[in-house]
């Protein structure tokens, strides 16, 4: 099928993209835009390792089609850190509380923790486990996962308190 | 996984959808959340020629609550869980959104397409079920209306035309203060039910004066369990009149043994979820005035 030329904004940058419509999402960020923070894990939906947050809602960007995305605004992990380098509070909770160990997870895992804070700034525990049900890690049983995204949000809590 | 090849039609109003698929006949498949089309698409398990997107219709995301509640079709789950006016009429609704899935499958997947595409796993056609919800259907020559009770045939098989589409569900507003339930055992977060079963029932004292029970996975459809409601209003609810209704329900079920189970221990589980949910809708509903005769075996 013809390729047709759809917009974006990813990580800040608007851009046009020229997709066939059943390329998936995650195609398009990690072998068109070169963006590969996002996995591909599963491939099935179920371990959202592929999550990017679009328009304000956490995807598994293996379950969408391009296409779908026209005119949307997609942050990928790659849009976390500052431009100066200095990482996201999220991403520096994780390195601190070593929410990680192979690693693969970790990208969906910032990505969702992202939205989650967003829409609750201050979870509990089990909000944070409820929160992250989409998000498989093989290697950490999630303690420390659950401990960094407590951290973030303590660390962006106390930058509101401070603004 | 790659999908087959198609083209991808992107309407801007309801009416134009609805030619596309009237257009598009059996080769076109309308797509909301994705979550069950796009899957089965990499599997090449479906491979439609013309996909219809309706994500662009503002006219199928909608809320309205009064004597009756309407929910469009393209309303995520995740807009039915943050709903707060939803929740205080509907509470149930909430409580079985959050069973689906996982937040990330929330906020793409709708209800409509948790309800039209008649896999037995979906928990949203026994909930519709259990509300006596009916499904508003359209397509570019009319518009139609059918029971939730009456919409599922088999697995996969419905009462949708090829060119029709379901644009809104509604229900009548359950009376404040009903005790509802949606019990679901399962595997791990985003797995389909083993078994479930949804109750919603309204008390005086200890009577029962309407109450309604449905299942989901249990079968090749929902089950819509008829026979409770007359068991669990004939006489003052007791533990006989709930295993009773338990009984009543466990005849319908004929689950398939699959991964999650034996078709026995699935019928036991189904059956476990119905007693649960009673008791559960019984404990919520706010006109009992908890007697402790009544409570106490609930508790014990």
Redesign the interface.
């Known amino acids: 099928m013809a390729k047709r030329l759809i917009k974006l904004t990813v990580n800040g940058d608007e851009m046009e993209v020229a997709v066939e419509p059943r390329d998936l999402l995650i195609h398009t960020l990690r072998e068109q835009l070169e963006l590969t923070g996002a996995h591909i894990g599963c491939d099935t939906s179920h371990c959202g390792a592929c999550t990017v947050d679009l328009d304000g809602r956490s995807v598994k960007s293996c379950t969408m089609f391009t296409v779908q995305a026209d005119g949307a605004e997609i942050t990928t992990v790659e849009g976390m850190a500052h431009p100066d380098g200095t990482l996201h509070a999220i991403q520096e909770a994780f390195r601190q509380m070593h929410g990680l160990q192979c690693g693969f997870c970790t990208p969906g895992m910032i990505m969702r923790a992202h939205r989650l804070l967003q829409e609750n700034p201050t979870p509990t525990e089990e909000e944070i486990r409820w929160g992250i049900s989409g998000n498989l890690c093989r290697c950490t049983g999630y303690q420390n996962i659950v401990k960094a995204v407590q951290l973030a949000s303590e660390t962006l809590s106390q930058k509101v308190a401070a603004e | 996984?790659?999908?087959?090849?198609?083209?991808?039609l992107?309407p801007k109003t309801k009416s134009e959808a609805l030619v596309m698929l009237r257009d598009g006949g059996d080769e076109a498949r309308p797509?909301a959340g994705?979550?069950s089309l796009?899957?089965m698409?990499?599997l090449r398990m479906a491979a439609p020629e013309k996909?219809v997107?309706l994500?662009g219709l503002a006219d199928l995301k909608h809320i309205s609550i009064e004597k009756d509640i309407t929910i469009g079709a393209a309303t995520t789950q995740?807009q039915l869980i943050e709903s707060g006016a939803l929740f205080d009429a509907c509470p149930i609704l909430r409580e079985t959104a959050l069973l689906i899935?996982?937040?990330?499958?929330r906020?793409?997947g709708t209800l409509g397409g948790n309800v039209a595409n008649g896999d037995p796993g979906n928990d949203m056609p026994a909930l519709m079920q259990c509300l006596d919800a009916s499904y508003i259907i359209e397509s570019a020559s009319g518009k139609r209306e059918i029971k939730a009770r009456d919409f599922y045939h088999a697995a996969y098989f419905t009462a949708l035309e090829t060119g029709e589409l379901i644009t809104a569900i509604r229900f009548k507003t359950p009376e404040a203060g009903h005790g509802y339930s949606y019990q679901k055992l399962k595997r791990k977060?985003?797995d389909y039910a083993t078994a479930a079963a949804a109750v919603t029932l309204s008390m005086s004292e200890d009577n029962v004066t309407g109450a309604s029970v449905a299942l989901t996975n249990l079968a090749d459809t929902p089950l819509y369990v008829a026979e409770a409601a007359d068991i669990l209003t004939s006489s003052p609810l007791s533990a006989d009149t709930i295993k009773e209704a338990v009984k009543a329900a466990e005849a319908m079920m004929a689950p398939a043994a699959d991964g999650r189970g034996s078709s026995e221990y699935r019928t036991r589980m189904g059956g476990v979820m119905v007693q649960r949910a009673i008791e559960a809708a019984v404990e919520r509903a706010d006109k009992t005035p908890k007697k402790g005769g009544l409570f106490g075996w609930l508790r014990g």
């Open positions: 996984m790659i999908p087959g090849d198609f083209d991808y992107r797509i994705g979550h796009i899957p698409m990499k996909v997107d994500g995740h899935a996982d937040p990330q499958i906020y793409c977060v985003g």
